[in-house]
């Protein structure tokens, strides 16, 4: 699990720019008697992905290495996989216990889209499960704590890293990634279904016939939020995943808000849309898209949009340092009254944002 350990293919990142994010070492720390909480609580839900591990899972461990092991849990639920991914994740247990750090491992049957199965409640409960350590303890964690969920996605520390920096540079609440996928020679944004902009439309327009021709035009109908896309600046959203997010945990130890599905009378949609729906109703509605984080889902496919749009440490050398007012989100504190609502393609329409609460 050594980052630079080159003796399995993957995806090659930049030296890590300790000073930019020495800070995070000690934000928020706390202590109970005399034992550290953890305020760092990664989360996966991890099927099949065996050849990606090396540069997932050692990216993690480099980002647990540098926030302080002892400030930091793993926990992952892992299903139905293989592919010797189990294995893997099974005998980590050494690995990240040896370094100080805490490692919760668990495996699920639970199958998305199994019949007599609804998928989004599905796919929420394996969200829960990797959150349940937090969720059952809540007092061995910091109130303050950084949730950082990850997908199977080909990440560098620098994005790891990047992603709680903004969370706490911005005040905000909640920080997604950019995620892409190849469905040709040109990369298209992925996470379509699940995202949405300020204007409570989608990241981009879907006809009912649904083809992707207008994937290109990022934001068509926001042109403050496409501006700040294009110059790699922050910018609010109504809600994300993109592969990556870093929240606060305080409405999860709470026990206002878990994973769920749609309600009878509400929008079929993905359980982390209605994740930011319901931080919008509980009062943690400043959630962001950082553009300089760009992630894919397997190494090939990273290496390419790295290529394409950069390394994190590409666009803060260019860009300077966060003393630059203009980086700073100028956040909505209420939510866009209508929120589109998209459970097919061919079944598109506004919804209040806050139907069925």
């Keep these: 699990m050594n980052a ?48 990606l591990l090396p540069r997932l899972i050692g990216s993690i461990v480099e980002s647990m290495r540098f926030l302080g092991p002892e400030n930091c849990a793993l926990s992952i639920v892992e299903g139905r996989s293989d592919d010797g991914t189990f294995e893997i994740l099974k005998v980590l247990r050494a690995e990240i216990e040896g370094i100080g750090a805490t490692y919760f491992f668990n495996s699920s049957d639970l199958e998305p889209g199994a019949p007599n199965q609804d998928r989004i409640w599905t ?13 059952r303890r809540p007092d061995r964690y910091s109130p303050d704590t950084t949730i950082v969920f ?3 996605v080909s990440i560098c520390t620098q994005d790891i890293l990047e992603l709680v920096h903004q969370r706490f540079y911005q005040k905000a609440d909640m920080t997604c990634a950019m995620d892409w996928v190849y469905v040709g020679q040109d990369p298209t944004f992925y996470d379509v279904w699940i995202a949405r902009g300020m ?27 496409q501006e700040l896309l294009y110059a790699h600046k922050p910018f609010q959203v109504f809600s994300c995943w ?15 808000i878990r994973f769920r599905g749609p309600t009878k009378n509400e929008c079929y ?26 992630l894919e889902y397997s ?3 990273a290496r390419k949009i790295k290529a394409l749009r950069g390394y994190v440490s590409d666009w803060v050398n260019k860009d300077g340092d966060d003393d630059d007012p203009s980086m700073l989100i100028e956040w909505q ?25």
């Design 4 to 51: 630079e350990d080159n003796s399995f293919p993957r995806l090659e990142c930049p030296a890590l720019d300790t000073y930019r994010y020495e800070y995070l070492r000690t934000i928020n720390t706390s202590t109970s008697g005399s034992r550290t909480l953890p305020t760092y609580f990664f989360a996966l839900d991890l099927h099949q992905c065996a050849n």
């Design 123 to 135: 796919l929420a409960e394996l969200r829960n499960q990797a959150l349940e350590p937090l969720i």
């Design 150 to 152: 990850l997908n199977d």
């Design 199 to 225: 204007t409570g439309d989608s990241f981009f327009n879907i006809p009912e016939d649904g083809n992707w021709n207008s994937a290109w035009n990022l934001f068509w109908n926001d042109p403050k939020a």
């Design 242 to 256: 993109n592969g990556a997010t870093a929240f606060t945990a305080r409405p999860i130890l709470e026990q206002k």
């Design 269 to 294: 949609q993905g359980e982390p849309k209605l994740f930011c729906k319901d931080m919008w109703h509980w009062g943690y509605g400043k959630i962001a898209v950082v553009p300089t984080i760009n």
């Design 299 to 301: 190494d090939d496919a």
């Design 333 to 357: 504190t209420s939510p866009p009254a209508l929120v589109k609502c998209m459970p097919s393609y061919s079944d598109q329409s506004w919804r209040a944002w806050d139907e069925a609460l």
